[in-house]
């Protein structure tokens, strides 16, 4: 028998980790995708390297993940996500959300912890990149008034809590953000002009309003 390395990537597209999958094992693409596209699938895969047999058909593989993610959920984290309320699904949920929002990992768990204190004051979570998710349009560079107005379980700027299923695969570093969120009172944030791909934050809505306005500048010195 021959085992190979199949690599298991995040991303949120699922025809593409299907594909991925399917690229070095006998498992056809379609079947696995139809296995793995379920919310209560998606959240217990865990992106890694993984050594299979060759001959693996889609059963076996999703097997194989699920196995690992019960492995990945040590007693150790477990517990993490009840310290934050979290399950270990929700946990997932967010940091698909966190990861959505900010690809840089070191203020991932500033990005996580302003989340928290948002679920925890009952405040709708508000967050861009599920609207993206709930429109299906992941071309959506500016998410618009009539976006957030969109009519899905997924879109939280009418749905209070965490949508029913992650919008990505996370990568496992963005778990470990949630679980280790950063403790502060930030409610707010806006996209940072003076460093791209970062945050400002911000405690009050006042305070926000002035972030949005310099970001706002920012785009109309940018045309």
């Known amino acids: 028998r021959e085992s190979v390395r199949v690599i298991v990537p995040s991303s949120r597209y699922l025809n593409k980790v299907a594909g991925q999958l ?10 696995i995708y139809a296995l793995i596209q379920p919310d209560s699938i998606r959240w217990q895969i865990i992106p890694n390297t993984y050594e299979l047999w060759w001959e693996t058909d889609a059963k076996g593989v999703l097997e194989r993940m699920i196995k690992e993610s019960d492995r990945w ?3 150790e984290r477990r517990n993490l996500a009840e310290i934050q309320g979290l399950t270990i699904e929700e946990t997932v949920i967010l940091a698909s959300i966190v990861q959505s929002e900010t690809k840089d990992i070191n ?13 925890r004051k009952g405040m709708l979570l508000q967050s861009c990149p599920t609207v993206i998710y709930a429109a299906g349009d992941f071309t959506i560079t500016r998410v618009l008034n009539e976006h957030t107005k969109i009519a899905s379980p997924y879109n939280t700027y009418i749905h209070s809590g965490l949508p029913p299923g992650t919008i990505m695969i996370p990568e496992p570093h963005f778990i470990e953000s949630v679980l280790n969120a950063e403790v502060h009172d930030y409610l707010y944030m806006c996209a940072n002009p003076k460093k791209v791909g970062t945050h400002m934050f911000a405690k009050t809505f006042r305070e926000h309003n002035r972030n949005a306005r310099k970001y706002y500048r920012w785009l109309d010195e940018k045309r």
Not at 22 to 31: G, K, L, P, R, V
């Open 22 to 31: 399917a690229s070095t094992i006998a498992a056809d693409s379609a079947e």
């Open 73 to 75: 959920w040590t007693e």
């Open 107 to 119: 203020e991932a768990p500033t990005v996580a912890g302003l989340y928290l204190n948002r679920i």
